[in-house]
């Protein structure tokens, strides 16, 4: 089942750091921010990571629980988390079955070979569990601000 912007989010249950499991009824109430990345310690993801990292306060002020999502394991998440010392948790999602619920399993060419890979991808989940806004496929730069003006959006009376 995949997701689909004001549309419920399908069942799910993940790991998280912090010995956090996450799920779609989980958070119900919150704003949650799913950031999908590629990898733990590359470059673009560890900018991406400290750019959250660095406007984490604001997420929380505007009433929003950030989470990064990788394939990567629990050991290797808690080392990326310690290093840079994110405030928020990051999902193992070693067997995929989120990246492939939000659609982000790509085929891409790295070094001429073909590879299955994340897309860097961020999903703003409302209180009330409906999907709210996906940015796919996306540059980091300026990206963490542009969720932050759609969180604080969400909080505007229509």
């Given amino acids: 089942m995949a997701v689909v912007v004001n549309k419920p989010l399908p069942e ?15 958070h119900l109430g919150q704003v949650i921010v799913l950031y999908f990345y590629p990898k ?3 470059p673009g993801c560890t900018t991406e990571a400290m750019q959250f990292r660095d ?6 002020k505007a009433g929003a629980t950030v989470f990064g999502v990788s394939r990567d394991n629990m050991k290797s998440h808690d080392e990326f988390k310690t290093k840079l010392e994110l405030p ?8 995929e079955k989120m990246c492939h619920m939000f659609g982000v399993v790509k085929n891409k060419i ?21 999907l709210k806004e996906e940015w796919r496929g996306l540059k980091v730069p300026g990206h963490v601000d542009d969720v932050l003006k759609a969180v604080k959006a969400l909080k505007k009376p229509a």
Wanted: aromatic share 12%.
């Fill in 88 to 95: 928020f948790e990051l999902i193992a999602d070693t067997e």
């Fill in 55 to 60: 406007r984490y306060k604001d997420f929380v």
């Fill in 110 to 130: 790295m070094y001429g070979k073909k590879v299955k890979g994340i897309e860097r991808s961020t999903f703003l989940i409302g209180a009330d569990g409906l």
């Fill in 12 to 26: 799910f249950e993940a790991n998280a750091t912090g010995g956090l499991k996450v799920s779609n009824q989980s």
């Fill in 40 to 42: 733990d310690n590359t």
